[in-house]
């Protein structure tokens, strides 16, 4: 069992910390979700993607508290040896480097439109302060960097609670916005969302199945992804550590259906990728959402550095096992990772495809494959309700 230690980081600000690694860019993108599956048939992938993800930290940190172990990458070495360790560091650090890199790509791409809508500007231009390239460096020096600089995540949790209160309020939006715009949309300038509008356009719809509908599964199994984070949080804070779990995963699952359900009946069949976009459509210059579009850049900025933590661990697992706490190597480290996202970020012009690749194989290990492994490798054969705790395992791993 894990040896008592002096908790370094409080329940609430340890819930604050989970929810924000929790919560990712792809919550913009869950009202298209809806749209391609139907009310009903979302709600039912939410529910068993949340639930999933909420036993699988269960049987993480059942493992982590047998051996003793408060590392993602020390229980791949402990149930399968060198090989689990290099395999869960390598699918901890792609996935985190992919989530990275989208929050960093809706910081290049949006920034620039909320500078050139505060300057009242219809149009962008060649200054330097509206190339998203230099942005993305500005806010990586300025605010990321220091952050990322912490010896400890815990006192992250401040930044987490003001990221969770934008994303709240980006919610609250949505809601708003559902009873202030009429469907069919109006075309405004130059935007036209239907020239011909037909009859079933504003229907709202509650099971079904397009092309599109299998895209919804990896989007919510990537959006409650939160397992490489549950460790490094329980090292600061070892009692009660499920019940964070439980409250982050209920928490994200509230503001996920309420944000893709009055999104979707806000657009219906209009509802784009992204849904930020899509209100762009109806009105480019409306305050509100440009407020709200601040707000998301506010949250994924801050989102980083929590995210960083577990690549760093991961690396530092790797490279130097067993070595005490350096500030030379913890800063170095930061400073490179952070390099390769921004140049990623930069250098390829669509991040969606890496996003979409990472999302699609690395989330799924993190969350149904790794867990169970774990658990059934690690726990000892004489546990009490073992073989139903391993049938868990299994249907886990399927």
């Given at each position: 069992k894990f040896l008592q230690h002096k908790s370094k980081t409080s329940f609430g600000m340890?819930?604050?910390?989970?929810?924000?690694?929790?919560?990712?860019?792809?919550?913009?993108?869950?009202?298209?979700?809806?749209?391609?599956?139907?009310?009903?048939?979302?709600?039912?992938?939410?529910?068993?993607?949340?639930?999933?993800?909420?036993?699988?930290?269960?049987?993480?940190?059942?493992?982590a508290g047998v051996v003793g172990i408060r590392a993602y990458e020390q229980l791949g070495f402990r149930a399968f040896g060198h090989p689990g360790k290099i395999l869960a560091a390598v699918i901890i650090t792609l996935h985190n480097i992919g989530a990275m890199s989208s929050y960093l790509f809706i910081v290049k791409s949006e920034l620039p439109l909320v500078i050139q809508a505060f300057l009242g500007q219809t149009s962008s231009s060649d200054d330097w302060f509206m190339n998203g390239n230099y942005l993305i460096i500005i806010v990586t020096v300025c605010i990321i960097?220091?952050?990322?600089?912490?010896?400890?995540?815990?006192y992250l949790g401040y930044t987490s609670g003001f990221s969770l209160s934008c994303m709240v309020f980006f919610l609250s939006s949505v809601i708003y916005k559902r009873f202030k715009i009429a469907c069919p949309l109006e075309v405004f300038g130059n935007y036209s969302v239907n020239t011909v509008v037909p009859e079933d356009t504003c229907t709202t719809k509650f099971f079904t199945i397009n092309q599109e509908t299998a895209y919804?599964?990896?989007?919510?199994?990537?959006?409650?992804?939160c397992h490489p984070e549950v460790l490094p949080i329980y090292t600061e804070l070892s009692k009660r550590m499920?019940?964070?779990?439980?409250?982050?995963?209920?928490?994200?699952?509230?503001?996920?259906?309420?944000?893709?359900?009055?999104?979707?009946?806000?657009?219906?069949?209009?509802?784009?990728?992204?849904?930020?976009?899509?209100?762009?459509?109806?009105?480019?210059?409306?305050t509100l959402i440009l407020c709200v579009r601040l707000a998301v850049l506010v949250a994924v900025t801050l989102t980083v550095p929590v995210v960083l933590f577990p690549i760093r661990r991961a690396l530092l697992q790797l490279l130097f096992p067993g070595r005490p706490f350096h500030w030379l190597r913890h800063i170095i480290i930061a400073m490179c990772l952070l390099f390769a996202v921004n140049l990623l970020v930069i250098l390829v012009p669509n991040i969606r495809d890496i996003f979409g690749i990472t999302g699609a194989t690395t989330a799924p290990?993190?969350?149904?494959?790794?867990?169970?492994?774990?658990?059934i490798r690690i726990i000892p054969t004489n546990q009490e309700k073992q073989s139903y705790n391993e049938c868990n395992s299994l249907v886990i791993l399927y």
């Open positions: 340890s819930v604050f910390n989970l929810s924000n690694a929790i919560m990712g860019s792809g919550i913009l993108g869950l009202s298209y979700a809806m749209s391609n599956t139907g009310i009903i048939l979302f709600l039912i992938l939410l529910t068993c993607i949340a639930c999933l993800s909420c036993y699988s930290v269960h049987l993480l940190l059942c493992s960097l220091p952050l990322t600089l912490m010896k400890h995540l815990g919804t599964i990896p989007i919510l199994a990537f959006a409650f992804v499920q019940n964070i779990g439980n409250v982050s995963i209920l928490g994200m699952f509230i503001m996920y259906f309420f944000t893709a359900i009055f999104g979707y009946l806000t657009f219906y069949e209009n509802t784009e990728a992204e849904l930020l976009h899509t209100y762009s459509k109806v009105d480019p210059l409306d290990s993190l969350i149904f494959i790794l867990p169970g492994l774990f658990y």
